[in-house]
Nanobody, 124 residues
Framework: QVQLVESGGGLVQAGGSLRLSCAAS????????MGWFRQAPGKEREFVAA????????YYTNSVKGRFTISRDNAKNTVYLQMNSLKPEDTAVYYC?????????????????WGQGTQVTVSS
């Protein structure tokens, strides 16, 4: 069992930056690929970014490439999402997730554990 707790959300102006953190419980954090997803009001949850177990491989949805960076610190059981050049369309609740897998997936149904989410609001 893995428990995930996100933090770092908030209100920011367009063009600004935020860094989200997701702290995980348990001693097997490094065995899970980790992902970030987001859900805007009235929309389905969508993939944002993911990192392999060691963090050496990362994946992004096209709309955030070049602006967002996912990273992880396995010694601290934490995964991060650095978000730069934020746009109003990035407004959503952001969730981190962990999956029991040897490979990284970009679809939410593959993930087994979810945090409670943190709100990110970007004003224009």
């Amino acid at each position: 069992q893995v428990q995930l707790v996100e933090s770092g959300g908030g209100l920011v102006q367009a063009g600004g930056s935020l860094r989200l953190s997701c702290a995980a419980s348990g001693r097997t954090f490094s065995s899970y690929p980790m992902g970030w997803f987001r859900q805007a009001p009235g929309k389905e949850r969508e993939f944002v970014a993911a990192a392999s177990r060691g963090g050496g491989s990362t994946y992004y949805t096209n709309s955030v490439k070049g602006r967002f960076t996912i990273s992880r610190d396995n010694a601290k059981n934490t995964v991060y999402l650095q978000m730069n050049s934020l746009k109003p369309e990035d407004t959503a609740v952001y969730y981190c997730a962990a999956e029991h897998s040897a490979v990284v997936h970009t679809t939410s149904r593959e993930y087994d554990y979810w945090g409670q989410g943190t709100q990110v609001t970007v004003s224009s």
